[in-house]
């Protein structure tokens, strides 16, 4: 492909969150870059950019995904979802509101893609045990490596304490 070819540019149609945004976009242009830099919901994060460290996690048909290994156009016809839809009318879901409780974030970058994936492991797994979780989360890198606090949060989600409620804070286990 020349240079003039790969700077060509699209019309792209995405559902996010149940509303149709239309953006002039290049081809190449990735989900993560579509919903962050050209809709501009700015919690879907970019880190890695190569599918590792799962903080562009948004759901695409109700199913997690990494939005940086997607090209937008190639999602047009299907439903996105991000953190920004978890909450109706500003309030806290209980996932939201167990984080807000158990202290489960420190800078935050990594909490929207661990509250996505964390949401649909509850669905699948409603009364998981502290080491479930935490397998649940292996694909969301923490970089302030604050897990305890988030397995706590993902347990009190559940109805229960977490087992990691009585092992001190702030761990990178
Ligand atoms: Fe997508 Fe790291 S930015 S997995
Ligand atoms: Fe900082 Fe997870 S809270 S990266």
């Known amino acids: 492909m020349s240079e003039q070819q790969g700077r060509q540019r699209v019309d792209v149609t995405l559902s996010i969150n149940g509303k149709s ?26 880190g890695c950019e190569h599918g590792v460290c799962g903080v562009c996690t948004v759901r695409i048909d109700g199913r997690t995904a990494r939005s940086c290994l997607h090209f937008a156009v190639a999602l047009q016809g299907h439903e996105i979802e991000t953190v920004e839809g978890l909450s109706a009318d500003g309030r806290l879901e209980r996932l939201q509101q167990a984080f807000h409780e158990e202290h489960a974030l420190q800078c935050g970058f990594c909490t929207p893609a661990v509250l996505l994936t964390a949401e649909e492991f ?22 302030c490596t604050g897990y305890t606090n988030i397995v706590k949060a993902i347990a009190r989600a559940s109805g229960r304490e977490g087992e990691a409620a009585s092992s001190g804070t702030g761990d990178a286990s």
């Open 122 to 143: 509850l669905a699948e797994n409603p009364s998981p045990s502290d080491s479930d979780i935490r397998a649940a989360l292996s694909n969301n890198l923490c970089r």
């Open 21 to 46: 945004y239309t953006r002039h976009v290049e081809p190449r242009r990735l989900l993560a870059d579509f919903i962050r830099h050209d809709v501009g919901m700015k919690a879907t994060h970019i």
